[in-house]
């Protein structure tokens, strides 16, 4: 049951979280994870936020992609 | 969608696949990749990515379907505390028509059965708190990715002081399963596609002894088409290029090599690990989760009686071979001859991540 979404923090109140993906909005808990702030992006699973999106590295990953597309 | 249509790029799909192509022309000796994890034999399934690799790569399904992996016994419990007046069931959805040895979930339902399909365990303990006069279980079946989830609930539980929830653990960890495959030595395996949201708990570092005993690349994965291809292709190249098999993340958005810290203390607070039945496998030591004595109060095989049938197995599913990655569906002798989707005969055909589901939505 790997099914888990990238999904943005919208709201916050103490544990919980209110997150949205395309224009759906859920509530989660966010006790799985330390500082968390409004506008991050969160993988969301079985309602818990599990892990912060690595905005970072998402970029990484897609420029070292389209580089190698360039090369080719 | 922010973070997932990136992943879906068709130009950085087919670019990967021509590097693929290049690589393989100069080894064209056959590849068996294994997917573990069933949301990623799904999300090739959809993706149609099989047909577009060259033919000398093979991808294998293998065990990461927790509801295909849950034993009949746990299910005839499960069917048993459902029996009692006292208990609700609560559950993931996926669970409701797995077939035991003689009912289901959803036979059950029928009957009178008071069960809920929740989304997440945090729905099991509302329902806990509005009917106090109820035991409310709920099913606890999952991998690393959903143990956290249950820990999490289990002492917030405690911290509230709710006394008529508890849980019925089924939990499984992934990389002992992955050990028994490689040391069954029934496959050639030259590489994992690891499952990235299980990854996304325990990180990299629990994969590395199959790198350094067992001699086989790993990429940890995530699930949008580009992710997978791109994992396929860093194997590749590990291969082709004799690189010495080590275990790297694709996933590096999600995937820490340290996994999820407060999610892993967690569950090592409420759970202990123990020896665990795999449907298809068989006993796999200390590959299960066990809720704690200090949790006891929480842990419905300590709470709550019931007397469970004996097992029956249903002698023509394959479910077995097929989760150990040995055959496909299409050497079933019951595939869409008997069992489907509506009326599923073993627990892969009912599983939105199992194999036989997969065969039989998206054809070979």
């Known amino acids: ?72 | 969608m922010r973070y997932i249509d990136e992943y879906r790029d068709p130009g950085l799909i087919q670019m990967l696949m021509t590097k693929i192509d290049h690589l393989q022309q100069h080894y064209p000796k056959e590849l068996f990749l294994m997917e573990v994890c069933g949301t990623h034999t799904m999300a090739i399934f959809r993706s149609g990515l099989r047909n577009l690799l060259p033919k000398n790569i093979r991808l294998l399904s293998g065990p990461g379907c927790p509801v295909c992996v849950t034993p009949n016994h746990y299910l005839d419990k499960a069917i048993a505390y459902t029996r009692r007046d006292d208990v609700i069931i609560t559950t993931f959805g996926d669970m409701i028509k797995v077939p035991g040895s003689s009912s289901s979930l959803e036979k059950e339902k029928g009957r009178g059965g008071d069960i809920r399909v929740v989304y997440s365990v945090m729905d099991a303990l509302k329902i806990a708190q509005e009917y106090p006069g109820k035991n409310i279980i709920f099913l606890g079946i999952g991998f690393e990715t959903t143990a956290p989830t249950l820990a999490a609930t289990i002492k917030m539980a405690k911290e509230k002081n709710i006394q008529n929830f508890s849980v019925f653990s089924g939990h499984k960890l992934i990389p002992p399963a992955m050990q028994a495959l490689v040391g069954a030595k029934e496959l050639h395996i030259d590489g994992f596609i690891c499952p990235g949201h299980v990854s996304t708990i325990i990180g990299g570092r629990p994969y590395g002894f199959i790198a350094r005993e067992y001699k086989i690349p790993c990429v940890v994965a995530g699930f949008e088409p580009l992710d997978i291809v791109q994992a396929i292709f860093m194997l590749i190249q590990q291969i082709v290029n004799q690189d010495p098999p080590s275990v790297r993340i694709q996933y590096t958005r999600s995937v820490k090599e340290e996994g999820n810290p407060k999610a892993l203390d967690l569950m090592e607070e409420v759970f202990e690990i123990k020896d665990s039945e795999w449907r298809g496998i068989g006993d796999i030591p200390e590959s299960g989760l066990k809720i704690r004595g200090n949790f006891s109060s929480f842990d419905a095989e300590v709470n709550i009686e019931v007397e469970v049938e004996d097992t029956k197995e249903n002698k023509g599913c394959i479910c077995g071979p097929i989760l150990r990655g040995i055959k496909t569906p299409l050497d079933c002798k019951l595939f869409k001859k008997g069992c489907s989707p509506e009326n599923p005969i073993g627990a892969c055909m009912v599983s939105s991540e199992g194999t036989c589901a997969a065969y039989f939505k998206y054809g070979d």
């Not at chain 1, 109140?13 to 994870?33: F, R, S, W």
């Open chain 1, 1 to 72: 049951m790997c099914l888990a979404v990238p999904m943005r923090v919208i709201e916050i109140k103490d544990n919980e979280a209110v997150v949205e993906l395309g224009g759906l909005k859920q509530k989660i808990n966010l006790g799985l994870l330390e500082k968390i702030d409004v506008g991050d992006y969160v993988i969301v699973h079985a309602g818990f936020a599990i892990q912060k999106l690595d905005e970072e590295e998402a970029e990484k990953t897609l420029s070292f992609l389209r580089e190698m597309a360039e090369k080719l």
